[in-house]
């Protein structure tokens, strides 16, 4: 006896697929402010990026709390998941990165102050990898929710604090100044913590090529790489939209984002390597 292949079109309300995605809101979501037909482009595909800051936030504090709870395997695959989309956040890029100042121009001043350094979920992002800035609250004073939300992830332990303690639990010796830092502050390098990296990954009883912290610190090194790759990604296309000209907002446009694009998160993991 044959079955009917034509799926159920007929429902009472809206679809259980609108109900669970709700797309009607994302895809009504965007209001231009310029007559310019770029504009579109431009304004879904920064809230594209902000979808994925907030995936990727998920990820992150996943993995900070697995680490604090020993589970190594559950805050490796967040992270590896997290890679994945990374490279998805980074490919954003792709229909912003061949603006002409001409083309930016022309919806530009629909920005107004307007600027992605003000953007709360990519901030709780970077406070994940480490880099905290009380400053970087104030934009946010006049959203008390969001305002809340960041001020209770400066002074969280980041992805990286909680990446050290699992490591002095383990044995490893990392001093008790950086376990007992003022979090709220940016971490600083430390050559106590590059020369605990370069144990893990010299093959010194812990560090066999597979044991769990070279795994650890890789799934870290593939997730710095990428953060790398989009500081880069925005240069470039900063640079190519508005050369050198101060950004919006105020900011510092290109001179701040090549600032950015020197620095590496996680970063005795990199240097680590020139010790093993």
């Given at each position: 006896m044959s079955h009917d292949a034509t799926p159920n079109l007929d429902f009472a309300g809206t679809t259980p697929y609108e109900d669970y995605v709700q797309a009607d809101v994302l895809t009504h979501l965007q209001h231009p402010l310029s007559d310019d037909p770029g504009e579109m482009v431009f304004l879904v595909t920064t809230q594209v990026m902000e979808l994925w800051f907030t995936v990727i936030v998920h990820e992150w504090e996943t993995a900070t709390r697995a680490l604090r709870e020993d589970r190594v395997q559950v805050a490796r695959d967040a992270l590896k998941r997290s890679v994945r989309e990374l490279e998805a956040l980074n490919a954003s890029w792709r229909p912003l990165a061949q603006l002409t100042p001409a083309q930016f121009n022309s919806y530009r001043s629909a920005l107004g102050e307007g600027s992605g350094f003000q953007s709360a979920m990519y901030r709780r992002m970077e406070f994940l990898l480490g880099d905290k800035a009380a400053s970087m609250l104030v934009p946010h004073r006049g959203a008390p929710r969001v305002y809340a939300e960041l001020e209770k992830a400066l002074h969280e332990p980041s992805l990286y604090d909680e990446v050290l303690r699992l490591l002095a639990r383990r044995g490893l010796p990392v001093p008790e100044a950086v376990l007992?830092?003022?979090?709220?502050?940016?971490?600083?390098?430390?050559?106590?913590?590059?020369?605990?990296?370069?144990?893990?990954?010299?093959?010194?009883?812990?560090?066999?090529?597979?044991?769990?912290?070279?795994?650890?610190?890789?799934?870290?090194?593939?997730?710095?790489?990428?953060?790398?790759?989009w500081r880069n990604d925005h240069l470039v296309a900063t640079r190519r939209a508005m050369g050198s000209k101060t950004g919006t907002g105020g900011s510092a446009g290109v001179a701040w984002l090549e600032k950015r694009a020197r620095k590496n998160v996680f970063p005795e993991l990199w240097t680590a390597r020139s010790h093993v």
């Open positions: 007992e830092r003022d979090l709220s502050q940016k971490y600083e390098p430390s050559p106590e913590i590059e020369k605990v990296w370069a144990t893990v990954y010299g093959g010194q009883d812990v560090g066999e090529p597979d044991s769990e912290l070279v795994l650890l610190g890789e799934a870290l090194t593939d997730v710095g790489e990428l953060v790398w790759r």
